[in-house]
Nanobody, 128 residues
Framework: QVQLVESGGGLVQAGGSLRLTCAVSGLSFSSYTMGWFRQAPGKEREFVAFINWNGGNGYYADSVKGRFTISRDNAKNTVYLQMNGLKPEDTAVYYC?????????????????????WGQGTQVTVSS
């Protein structure tokens, strides 16, 4: 079955860095666009970044642009989120997600409804 497992979260001071990892199994990883979302307490789950199935540049929420970088290693079935310059408002549970359709890319992947499998999440806490 399809599994997505996030890791790499933790507690960091403002201005620090973390790298999140999402290990994917049970599917042809290289065929799918992958995304990262986050959810803070009492808030809706929001888009952070996505990377197309065929790689290339990532696409980002305005709130993280210039600080976060999404990448993928198809040989390792893994997607990463490098987070630099962390701020207290980045505190949230971070989730990776797999696109519903294979060999598909584009602006639809800014939205949660375009993903069908999600990981369990990893907590990121940024102290001021």
């Amino acid at each position: 079955q399809v599994q997505l497992v996030e890791s790499g979260g933790g507690l960091v001071q403002a201005g620090g860095s973390l790298r999140l990892t999402c290990a994917v199994s049970g599917l042809s990883f290289s065929s799918y666009t992958m995304g990262w979302f986050r959810q803070a307490p009492g808030k809706e789950r929001e888009f952070v970044a996505f990377i197309n199935w065929n790689g290339g540049n990532g696409y980002y929420a305005d709130s993280v642009k210039g600080r976060f970088t999404i990448s993928r290693d198809n040989a390792k079935n893994t997607v990463y989120l490098q987070m630099n310059g962390l701020k207290p408002e980045d505190t949230a549970v971070y989730y990776c997600a797999k696109s519903q359709r294979a060999y598909s890319s584009g602006s639809v992947y800014y939205g949660r409804s375009s993903y069908d499998y999600w990981g369990q999440g990893t907590q990121v806490t940024v102290s001021s």
